[in-house]
């Protein structure tokens, strides 16, 4: 069982990566921290708030992150992928419940032993835990980033992913106060696409109230992912990817090398690493996946999701989900 603190901001992606963190058998959600991002900080709480009612799990701790980046410079959001409010088509009523206080992560960390943390968004949020904390990092096992842009165009700029462009002076104070980092960037998550055959396959083998959502959301974000990159089949969950990982690390291929974020300029954002022949990592280099099993993904999405006795899952044949 993996325990994991998620910091997301919540966004179709992160939102998607969220049920799929509380559906899966593996994974233990002990609180969620919602930023600013994809929405803002409010929209982030409201949305996550919304998908832990709905899957029956109000008692997870609610810790509300942060409103803008490091920088303090005003967060751009992106309603033409995410929706108004950040769940497509959906609007998800305000959270009227108890924000937990961001100093409750401490206590999370020092009651729990290898505790993981997953952040999916900006690295503000967690780069204030190194900062205003102290002697965390024994209490931390790992710590998967969904950021970065290796060796591939970048989202937002020619060379810049959205998480690391989003707070870049973040990024880098989490690189270099963290020594077990696993980076899920952009060159893999891209190839993590669910098409729309496949929320068929979930939707037809599953009952479960957060598929009807779930199927909501990929159809919203299938569009405008088909907008955007004409000819693709689907969307690609580079959140769902990230967990995929933690859970299963011996599916993806890993090269460790020293990272470094550019921060302001026209490379504002651009993830840096030696990838030359002859590069060598040192002890504490982040992880970075360079490769990943697109298949067993897929597989492992359609069976989590689907939340289908093992006898039903069987009728699920290799055919009907690639």
């Known amino acids: 069982m993996k325990k994991i603190i998620l910091f997301a901001d919540p966004g179709i992606d992160d939102s998607i990566a969220i049920m799929y963190a509380l559906m ?61 409010d950040g769940l497509g088509p959906l609007t998800p009523p305000p959270f009227k419940g108890r924000l937990n206080n961001f100093s409750d992560l401490y206590d999370i960390l020092h009651a729990h032993t290898d505790v993981t943390i997953v952040d999916i968004g900006r690295n503000t949020a967690l780069a204030h835990l190194f900062l205003l904390g102290s002697d965390i990092e024994p209490h931390i096992k790992d710590i998967f980033l969904m950021g970065g842009a290796f060796l591939v165009p970048g989202n937002v700029t020619p060379s810049a992913e959205a998480n690391f462009f989003g707070d870049p002076v973040a990024a880098n104070i989490v690189l270099q106060r963290a020594t077990t980092i696993y980076i899920i960037p952009l060159n893999v998550t891209s190839k993590a696409v669910i098409t729309p055959h496949h929320i068929q396959q979930i939707t037809a083998y599953s009952s479960h109230p957060l598929v009807p959502i779930i199927k909501e959301l990929m159809d919203y974000y299938t569009e405008a992912y ?65 490769e990943f099993d697109v298949q067993a993904f897929i597989d492992d999405f359609i069976f989590t999701i689907s939340s289908s006795p093992i006898s039903t899952r069987a009728h699920l044949k290799r055919e009907d989900r690639s």
Do not use: W
């Open 226 to 290: 088909q907008t955007l990159i004409p000819g693709i089949k689907g969307a690609p969950l580079h959140d769902v990817l990230t967990l995929y990982l933690m859970v299963n690390p011996g599916k993806g291929r890993y090269v460790r090398r020293s990272v470094s974020v550019l921060v302001e300029g026209e490379g504002k954002g651009t993830s840096i690493a030696d990838f030359r022949p002859g590069s060598r990592s040192k002890p504490g280099d982040p992880a970075i996946c360079l």
């Open 24 to 84: 899966h058998p593996q994974i233990e959600v002990l609180a969620i921290v919602s930023s600013y991002g994809n929405v803002t900080k409010q929209k982030a709480v409201d949305n996550a708030a919304f998908l832990l009612n709905k899957a029956g799990f109000s008692s997870i701790p609610m810790i509300g992150g942060t409103n803008s980046p490091l920088s303090g410079e005003t967060p751009e959001y992106y309603p033409e992928i995410h929706g108004p």
